[in-house]
T-cell receptor, first 114, second 115 residues
């Protein structure tokens, strides 16, 4: 079975500051890892995903994440926060890619202040 | 491309009644769709996997007779909450699996309030 832990249910950063959202996973087999963003009353949008290969994954809107097997982590970063980044972010794990069920973390709400 | 819609976006119903939520893949065919439930300030929990032309696969703890899922076509899956109770109030989100990319695309969600 797999699981995801997101440290920090709420993160607040200033506009222009570094964004770091933490995600640790547990999986008995090599995982597929995802970050999704959810704006209020909307569904989820895929930011980026790790399947195999390069451990540094670049996604949309300037976000990137690095898969670190030794640390079982997949933290999401963005060098400079923008007001429009304020949203809920979910880390998810899948054993067989998106074709199988996704196990989500509890989410991190990102607040961006002026 | 890869747009998934849900209808209605929000619904209020009285306790004891049934409500149907539709999930449509607008520009692609989806043999597999997923139904999630999200409680306020919580994560998404998978309820069931819906496969076109066959019975849905429910996650452990999800009542099959209460949450009826029908995937009658390659672009439509429906979730019917039967004999709804206030504790069924939640945000229901569907996703559709696009075969070409093997990606799940999520609908905007349906907020159900049972009074």
């Amino acid at each position: 079975a797999q699981s995801v832990t997101q440290l920090g249910s709420h993160v607040s950063v200033s506009e222009g500051a570094l964004v770091l959202l933490r995600c640790n996973y547990s999986s008995s087999v090599p995982p597929y890892l995802f970050w999704y963003v959810q704006y209020p009353n909307q569904g989820l949008q895929l930011l980026l995903k790790y399947t195999t290969g390069a451990t540094l994954v670049k996604g949309i809107n300037g976000f990137e994440a690095e898969f670190k097997k030794s640390e079982t982590s997949f933290h999401l970063t963005k060098p400079s926060a923008h007001m429009s980044d304020a949203a809920e972010y979910f880390c998810a794990v899948s054993v067989y890619g998106t074709a199988s069920k996704l196990t989500f973390g509890t989410g991190t709400r990102l607040q961006v202040t002026l | 491309g890869a747009v998934v819609s849900q209808h209605p976006s929000w619904v209020i119903c009285k306790s004891g009644t049934s409500v149907k939520i539709e999930c449509r893949s607008l520009d692609f065919q989806a043999t597999t769709m997923f139904w999630y439930r999200q409680f306020p300030k919580q994560s998404l929990m998978l309820m069931a996997t819906s496969n076109e032309g066959s019975k849905a696969t429910y996650e452990q703890g999800v009542e099959k007779d209460k949450f009826l899922i029908n995937h009658a076509s390659l672009t439509l899956s429906t979730l019917t909450v039967t004999s709804a109770h206030p504790e069924d109030s939640s945000f229901y989100i569907c996703s559709a699996l696009q075969g070409a990319t093997y990606e799940q695309y999520f609908g905007p969600g349906t907020r159900l309030t049972v009074t």
